[in-house]
T-cell receptor, first 111, second 111 residues
């Protein structure tokens, strides 16, 4: 079975500061990797995905993530956060026909 | 506009009273899936469907049923709901390449 670990449940960060949200996964097979964002009282929105090719993936809203196969990690980064980035962020792995999600990281941007 | 719709959005019911949450997508996707979201647990897959009349269990299928009689619809059925099924439910539709569109969510309370 696959598993996804988001190492930080809550991340407070000041506006315009950089942020990194960490994600590690375990899998014995090739996987696809995703980051989703969930704003309060809304569904999930895809931020970015890694399917193959370049290990640095750029997504919407200025976010990017780097796939590191040797460390089985897929950390999400943004060089300068805005108040509007305050939300819950989920890392997910697709293996076979199933999706596995981490428990989420709550990002709070402080003015 | 690509869309996944769920109904109802909010539901309060009592233990043992059968209920159905509908899910519909307009993208002609073959793959659809149901998740439940609980605090501290992230999203967990309940059931998924690879195509019409093809369904399979996810990580937490106990107490749930699904059907896929037509490609666009994938209802979630709780034959005898219990309080531990109080949760936020999301339907998702799988497109190519390997990305999911999520519905807006159904908040279910079982008393």
């Amino acid at each position: 079975a696959q598993s996804v670990t988001q190492l930080d449940s809550q991340v407070p960060v000041f506006e315009e500061a950089p942020v990194e949200l960490r994600c590690n996964y375990s899998s014995s097979v090739s996987v696809y990797l995703f980051w989703y964002v969930q704003y309060p009282n809304q569904g999930l929105q895809l931020l970015l995905k890694y399917l193959s090719g370049s290990t640095l993936v750029k997504g919407i809203n200025g976010f990017e993530a780097e796939f590191n196969k040797s460390q089985t990690s897929f950390h999400l980064r943004k060089p300068s956060v805005h108040i509007s980035d305050t939300a819950e962020y989920f890392c997910a792995v697709s293996a076979g026909n199933q999706f596995y999600f981490g428990t989420g990281t709550s990002l709070t941007v402080i003015p | 506009e690509a869309q996944v719709t769920q109904n109802p959005r909010y539901l309060i019911t009592v233990t043992g009273k059968k209920l159905t949450v509908t899910c519909s997508q307009n993208m002609n996707h073959e793959y659809m899936s149901w998740y439940r979201q609980d605090p501290g647990l992230g999203l967990r897959q309940i059931y998924y469907s690879m195509n019409v009349e093809v369904t399979d269990k996810g990580d937490v299928p106990e107490g749930y049923k699904v059907s896929r009689k037509e490609k666009r619809n994938f209802p979630l059925i709780l034959e005898s709901p219990s309080p531990n099924q109080t949760s936020l439910y999301f339907c998702a539709s799988f497109g190519r390449p390997d990305t999911q569109y999520f519905g807006p969510g159904t908040r279910l309370t079982v008393l």
